[in-house]
C-alpha cells in the first residue's frame, strides 16, 4: 500500500505546504478513501507541527509508513520488514510546496481562495460554498474548478487549519476520529536499527 501511502502523502503536501509553518494542533486520525464504496481503503495520519505520518491499514501491521518534513521538504519511507528507510529530498515535490508558499500565509480558512489563487492555478476558480459538519466538526467547504473544468472540494476544520475531506476526479476521502494532542516524536524519525538505502538518481524523478 506504499502507492496509496504516497498518493495521500502527495495531496496533503501539494494542498497544505505553507500551512505548516504555522502554529496548529497536533492531531491523529483515520484516513478513508471515499472513492472505494462499501470496501474503503483506510490508513492513519499523524501530524506535528511541520512533520507528518501516513501509514496505509495493512502497513501498520508491519510498520510501513511515510513521514513527510515540511521544514526540510524531505519524504522518508519505512520498509519495516527489512528494516530499511529510503530518505528522498522530494525535488518534484518541492517545486510544487514553492508554489503554494502563499496558501494559508494570512490563515484565514474563512477567506482560503484568495490564497488558492496566489498558487498559481492559473485558469482555476475558487469559491466559498459555506459552513458544514464533517464527523462532528465545523468545517468551511470551497470548490475549485480548474482550467478543464474538474471540479474538486475540500472541507477546511477551522481549529485543525487541515482539510477533514475532499473530492475530486482522481481522489476522496476524509479523516475520522480525529484525537487532538501532542505526537511522539518517535512517530517521525526512522527506528533504531533501520538501515538508510541509497537511491539511484534517476527515480528520484519518478512521477507521482
Same mark, same amino acid.
Given at each position: 500500500?506504499?502507492?496509496?501511502?504516497?498518493? +495521500?502523502?502527495?495531496? &496533503?503536501?501539494?494542498?497544505?505546504?505553507?500551512?505548516?509553518? !504555522? *502554529?496548529?494542533?497536533?492531531?491523529?486520525?483515520?484516513?478513508?478513501? !471515499?472513492?472505494? #464504496?462499501?470496501? %474503503?481503503?483506510?490508513?492513519? +495520519?499523524?501530524?506535528? $507541527?511541520?512533520?507528518?505520518?501516513?501509514?496505509?491499514?495493512?502497513?501498520?501491521?508491519?510498520?510501513? *509508513?511515510?513521514?513527510?518534513? &515540511?521544514?526540510?521538504?524531505?519524504?522518508?519511507?519505512?520498509? =519495516?520488514?527489512?528494516?530499511?528507510?529510503?530518505?528522498?529530498?522530494?525535488?518534484?515535490?518541492?517545486?510544487?510546496?514553492?508554489?503554494?508558499? *502563499?496558501?494559508?500565509?494570512? /490563515?484565514?480558512?474563512?477567506? =482560503?481562495?484568495?490564497?488558492?489563487? $496566489?498558487? /498559481?492555478?492559473?485558469?482555476?476558480?475558487?469559491?466559498?460554498?459555506?459552513?458544514?459538519? +464533517?464527523?462532528?466538526?465545523?468545517?468551511?467547504?470551497?470548490?475549485?474548478?480548474? *482550467?478543464?473544468?474538474?471540479?474538486?472540494? &475540500?472541507? !477546511?476544520?477551522?481549529?485543525?487549519?487541515?482539510?477533514?475531506?475532499?473530492? /475530486?476526479?482522481?481522489?476522496? @476521502?476524509? !479523516?475520522?476520529?480525529?484525537?487532538?494532542?501532542?505526537? %511522539?516524536?518517535?512517530?517521525?524519525?526512522?527506528?533504531?536499527?533501520?538501515?538508510?538505502?541509497?537511491?539511484? /538518481? @534517476?527515480?528520484?524523478?519518478? #512521477?507521482?
Amino acid at each position: 500500500m506504499l502507492r496509496w501511502i504516497a498518493r +495521500i502523502s502527495c495531496f &496533503f503536501a501539494f494542498v497544505l505546504a505553507s500551512s505548516f509553518v !504555522l *502554529a496548529q494542533s497536533e492531531f491523529s486520525a483515520e484516513i478513508v478513501d !471515499l472513492q472505494k #464504496p462499501g470496501t %474503503p481503503t483506510q490508513g492513519k +495520519i499523524y501530524f506535528a $507541527k511541520d512533520k507528518m505520518r501516513i501509514e496505509s491499514q495493512s502497513s501498520a501491521r508491519t510498520g510501513g *509508513a511515510v513521514i513527510v518534513n &515540511f521544514a526540510t521538504q524531505t519524504s522518508m519511507v519505512l520498509m =519495516a520488514e527489512k528494516h530499511m528507510y529510503m530518505e528522498m529530498p522530494a525535488q518534484s515535490q518541492s517545486q510544487r510546496m514553492g508554489s503554494t508558499a *502563499a496558501f494559508f500565509q494570512t /490563515g484565514d480558512v474563512e477567506n =482560503a481562495c484568495g490564497d488558492w489563487q $496566489k498558487m /498559481g492555478h492559473q485558469g482555476s476558480s475558487c469559491h466559498k460554498v459555506g459552513s458544514e459538519t +464533517i464527523n462532528g466538526r465545523s468545517t468551511v467547504k470551497y470548490e475549485t474548478t480548474n *482550467a478543464s473544468g474538474d471540479v474538486s472540494h &475540500f472541507w !477546511l476544520d477551522p481549529k485543525l487549519r487541515f482539510p477533514v475531506k475532499w473530492d /475530486g476526479k482522481n481522489s476522496g @476521502g476524509e !479523516l475520522r476520529n480525529i484525537q487532538e494532542g501532542t505526537q %511522539p516524536a518517535s512517530l517521525f524519525e526512522a527506528p533504531a536499527g533501520f538501515t538508510k538505502m541509497n537511491i539511484p /538518481g @534517476g527515480m528520484m524523478q519518478q #512521477p507521482h
